[in-house]
Structure formats: structure tokens, C-alpha cells
């Protein structure tokens, strides 16, 4: 069941430290399926949108002072719906791979975050590190929170 709140559309990043530079052959599974995978994400279910940057996915942004971190910043309509596309498409076998190609985020950094945006409008990446920045300060709360802890839209 999609639980869904009317004007508000979920935003979601998820940040991992490459393992290896772009180039190397030991992450082309990961860089040579990123068009393929943020394909199948926008052709879901409850898609919204993904931010691209000049690389055509999200390679050359970079976060924290940190050349190694990359992102994945994208809207769905729901929680479920992210979910789905995570667990319940071929991208689960990307992420059964993922300690192949990525280390967890430095500084107790979350791998994922979680809020709610109105309807219309879209995350930009300075938003979401200052999201992420607060879930590993406070916590989860309405502002910044996981799949696990789930709060509703404020307001």
C-alpha cells in the first residue's frame, strides 16, 4: 500500500565513497550501468525526477570537499515507490554489489536521507547536504529521516 500525502513528494539522496577513480576498470560495472539503472529509476512508479549534472548523472558534483563522494539526488512520489524501485527492480542486483564498488561516507555521514518537499518544487544539492549534515547530528526527525524512522510531512 502507497502512502502518499497530498502536496508533498518525497526527496531522497544517497551518498557512497567510490572505491576507485571513475576510470578504473574495478567500478565499470557501477559507471558503465549508471544510464541504464537512472533509466529503469525514471520509468518507475512514482518517479519524480532526478538532478543531473554536465556528466549526464550525477558524477562530477561533488560534496563535502570530498573528489570520492558521489550522489544520487532524486523525488518520488512516496516512500513505497523509491522502495519498490530499490528492492523490487534489477537495480537490487547493483545493490547487492555495492561493497564491490563503494565504501560507506566518512565522518558517520548517512548513506541515505530522506524529507519531504512540496509538490513542484526540487532538492538542490547544497539542500541536501545540509539534510544529511542534520539526520547525523540530531537524528532522524521531520526535517531529515530514514526508511526505517518515517515521519509525515510537517505543516
Request: avoid cysteine.
Amino acid at each position: 500500500m502507497t502512502i502518499a500525502f497530498e502536496g508533498y513528494h518525497l526527496a531522497q539522496i544517497n551518498i557512497a565513497k567510490i572505491r576507485h577513480p571513475p576510470g578504473d576498470p574495478r567500478v565499470a560495472g557501477f559507471i558503465d550501468n549508471l544510464d541504464k539503472i537512472n533509466t529503469l529509476g525514471t520509468e518507475s512508479p512514482g518517479f519524480v525526477w532526478i538532478y543531473t549534472d554536465e556528466s549526464g548523472a550525477a558524477i562530477e558534483t561533488k560534496m563535502f570537499d570530498d573528489p570520492e563522494l558521489l550522489l544520487n539526488l532524486t523525488v518520488w512520489e512516496s516512500i513505497e515507490d523509491l522502495q519498490d524501485f530499490v528492492t523490487n527492480t534489477e537495480h537490487v542486483s547493483f545493490l547487492r554489489r555495492k561493497l564491490e564498488w563503494f565504501d560507506r561516507p566518512p565522518d558517520g555521514l548517512p548513506t541515505l536521507t530522506l524529507w519531504w518537499v512540496r509538490q513542484g518544487e526540487l532538492p538542490t544539492p547544497q539542500e541536501a547536504v545540509e539534510r544529511v549534515l542534520y539526520l547525523r547530528e540530531h537524528g532522524p526527525t521531520p526535517f531529515a529521516f530514514t526508511v526505517k524512522d518515517r515521519f509525515a510531512p510537517e505543516g
